[in-house]
C-alpha cells in the first residue's frame, strides 16, 4: 500500500523456498527482461524474523543502481553476516504492532535511514509537510509516534536482545520435538541470526491439521493465506495464479504455531503431542 500510494506499481518476484525471502535469482532475472529504467528501487522483506540474501540483493541493486529499502517489521535485531537488519537498505523500515519482537500497546513504526535528505523529508511527511508551524511545503500526513508508544519502547528496547534469545530457543526446542515428523519447520541459513518473530511450519495437509489442532484447543494462524499478488485490490497489476508458483504453494501449506517468549516447556510439549497424534 505504502508504494501504491506513491504512484508506483508494485512488482512482485517469487520466494525462496526454504526460508520465504524473496529469490535474488528470480529479482535478476526480472531486471533482465524488464526495461531497467522504469524500477525505481528493491524492497526486500525479512519475513517471520529471518533475513533476505542481502549479499545478492545488494549486489544486483549496484549492478542495476536501484536503490534497497528494507522492510525489517518482523526482524528486530535479526542479523546477516553480523549486522542488523535495517542497515544494509538506504531506508529501512519497522512496525511496532504489539506482537511484534518489539512491540508497543498501540500501533506504531518507524523508518531509519543515514541520508541527511531522506531524515528531511521523513520528518515533514510525517507531520503534515510542515517545515515550521502552518508553514506546509508539502502534502504529507499526521503519522508521528505517539509520545507515550515512544516512552514504552525505550523502556523494552533495552530487553530486545534478552528476549530473542528466549525465542531462538523455544525455536530449537520445537525443531528437536518435532524433527522425526513430516512436518517441515524453519531453516536457518549460515552466518543468519534468526530471531523467530513467528514459528512456521509446512505440511501438505495444513488445513485438516488447523480444524485438528483447533478442537484440542490449540490455536493456530496462517500468515498468509493470499498472497498479495492474487488480492482482489490488486488485480489491476495483471497477475494470475500460476504467476509466483513457490509463493502459492507455500501460502498453502504453512501454519505458524503458539509461539512467544514466554511459551513454558509443557505447552509446548502439548502441541508436540497432539500434532504427532495428527501426523501419526
Known amino acids: 500500500m505504502a508504494i501504491s500510494r506513491t504512484g508506483a506499481k508494485p512488482i512482485f518476484v517469487d520466494i525462496d523456498p526454504e526460508v520465504y525471502t524473496m529469490d535474488p535469482s528470480g529479482l535478476e532475472d526480472f531486471l533482465k527482461r524488464r526495461k531497467r529504467s522504469r524500477v525505481k ?3 526486500p522483506v525479512h519475513l517471520y524474523g529471518h533475513p533476505a540474501e542481502m549479499d545478492a540483493i545488494m549486489g544486483i541493486a549496484n549492478r542495476y543502481h536501484l536503490m534497497v529499502i528494507e522492510d525489517a517489521c518482523q526482524a528486530h535485531g535479526a542479523e546477516y553476516q553480523g549486522r542488523k537488519m535495517g542497515s544494509f537498505g538506504r531506508m529501512a523500515c519497522f512496525s511496532f504492532y504489539p506482537t511484534k519482537n ?3 500497546y498501540g500501533d506504531g513504526g518507524m523508518v531509519v535511514t543515514n541520508e541527511k535528505k531522506f531524515y528531511e523529508r521523513l520528518r515533514l511527511l510525517r507531520r503534515y509537510g510542515e517545515k515550521k508551524k502552518y508553514e506546509h511545503v508539502l502534502r504529507g500526513w499526521n503519522s508521528r509516534l505517539d509520545e507515550m508508544q515512544a516512552a514504552i519502547l525505550r523502556v523494552k528496547l533495552k530487553h530486545l536482545d534478552q528476549w530473542n534469545g528466549e525465542r531462538r530457543k523455544r525455536a530449537l526446542m520445537y525443531k528437536r ?3 522425526s515428523t513430516e512436518v517441515r519447520c524453519p531453516i ?6 534468526h530471531v523467530y518473530h513467528l514459528f ?3 505440511t501438505k ?3 485438516a491439521l488447523q480444524v485438528f489442532l483447533k478442537e484440542k484447543g490449540i490455536e493456530t494462524l496462517i500468515h498468509y493465506p493470499i498472497p498479495i499478488h492474487l488480492q482482489k485490490a490488486y488485480t489491476e497489476l495483471g497477475y494470475r495464479r500460476g504467476d509466483l508458483p513457490v509463493t502459492e504453494k507455500v501460502a498453502h501449506e504453512i501454519l505458524s504455531l503458539p509461539f512467544y517468549p514466554e511459551l513454558t516447556s509443557e505447552e509446548m510439549r502439548e502441541v508436540q503431542e497432539q500434532l504427532r497424534n495428527f501426523l501419526g
Request: glycine residues 4%; aromatic residues 0%.
Open 41 to 43: 528501487a528493491i524492497l
Open 102 to 104: 518489539l512491540g508497543a
Open 188 to 193: 536457518e541459513k549460515e552466518q543468519i541470526r
Open 200 to 202: 512456521v511450519i509446512q
Open 205 to 207: 495437509r495444513r488445513n
Open 177 to 179: 520435538m518435532l524433527e
